[in-house]
């Protein structure tokens, strides 16, 4: 038997995470002595709040160093619980709420609780690269209801309701969005709510993990309407808001039901996240909400002078983000032209060259189902993007 085929069809058919392999091969030629500014992964470059720090710290000289019950600690549940009452009027107990390893294993979860092989899922593009592998995991079948960059990266409710069937599961979308940076406004949120309502057998997953950093507006959880509030389960996690990607802690709040499932699955993956991290996590939930604006701030800083350096390069189609830390310019104006003689066709043609000669590594469009598109994160120092912006312009301007 060749090596290939021990191995099964489900990772055989698996992509690989795009946003995770471009860090892999900026950190790569880093370590070959290479300059190379990494606007690949979306990861905050601040340190988790000291305060945050300082809990776990606490909590692990407190003897929180064993399993904790599968859904989570109470502690952080009712924390949660307190969060969501407070900063997005929803009102959950501790039975709906289910904290795992990343939001990233709160939706594989839910995907493996709620999907059977076939079922569909709509999941509204430009996507979340990760949306489309975890579905199909599970043996979902992801179901496309496209956003135009014209009409800001936000879908028409009506493709929604057409996009609905028999064997639809599931609607699954992030406000604020990876990788547009869309916002859902109360009132689009509310037409969205409105196609779903129609359909009693259809679900939403809210991914609402990038709720801290929104520039303008507000952030608003579509499971504030009344008529879809049994049928949504919100995602969320400490990761973006807090600048703790490496602790590895999300969450969910849905109904008790699919807790349930969610728990019992997660009891023979995982066995739930780490106990001296759940107490930060609760300190963090449980502080006021300000203490995530300082780093919002600075985002929106950031973003002030991306867009203004970006808008310098011609060519390149602009939509201003009013959230999360992305940047997701339509590109397709350079496919056909080459640079230095070699020609770029694609999105992924394009992100390998941009890492190969210009030294920045950004995300292919095509992975997030936008393939005229190149997603640039800019949650990195003033001093990087300054750089990456002079490299960048030089790039284009050389392409013929
Ligand atoms: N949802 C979205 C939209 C994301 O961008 C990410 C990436 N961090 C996640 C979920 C997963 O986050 P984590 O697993 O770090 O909590
Ligand atoms: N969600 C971030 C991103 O899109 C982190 C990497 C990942 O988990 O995909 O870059």
Known sequence: MSATNILSETVLNLAESATLKMSQMARDLRAQGHDVISLSIGEPDFDTPELVREAAKTALDEGYTHYTPVPGLMDLRKAICTK??????LDFTPANIVVSNGAKQTIFNICQA???????VIIFTPYWVSYIEIVRMAGGVP?????????????????????????????????????????????????????????????????????????????????QFENVRDRTIVVNGMSKGFAMTGWRLGYMAAPEFIAKACTKIQGQVTSGASAFGQKAAATALLEDPIMTKGMMHQFLARREYMIGQLKE???????????????????????????????????????ESLLEHAHVAVVAGAAFGAPKCIRISYAASEEQLEKACARLKDYFGKMV
């Not at 709620?114 to 569909?120: A, F, H, P, R, W």
């Not at 209801?145 to 992030?174: H, W």
């Not at 999360?324 to 694609?346: R, T």
């Open 84 to 89: 969501l009452k407070r900063d997005n009027d």
């Open 114 to 120: 709620l999907i059977n092989e076939g079922d569909e």
């Open 143 to 223: 179901v496309i209801v496209t956003a135009d960059v014209t009409k800001d990266y936000k879908v028409d409710p009506a493709d929604v309701s057409n996009a609905i069937t028999d064997r639809t599961k599931f609607v699954l979308f992030s406000s604020p969005s990876n990788p547009t940076g869309s916002v859902y406004t109360r009132g689009e949120l509310g037409e969205i709510a409105n196609a779903i309502a129609l359909h009693d057998h259809v679900y939403i997953v809210s991914d609402e993990i990038y709720e801290h950093i929104v520039f303008d507006g507000v952030h608003e959880s579509i499971a």
């Open 313 to 351: 390069i011609d060519g390149m189609q602009l939509s201003i983000p009013e959230g999360a830390f992305y940047i997701f310019p339509d590109v397709s104006n350079f496919y056909g032209k080459s640079y230095e003689g070699q020609a770029i066709n694609n999105s992924a043609e394009l992100a």
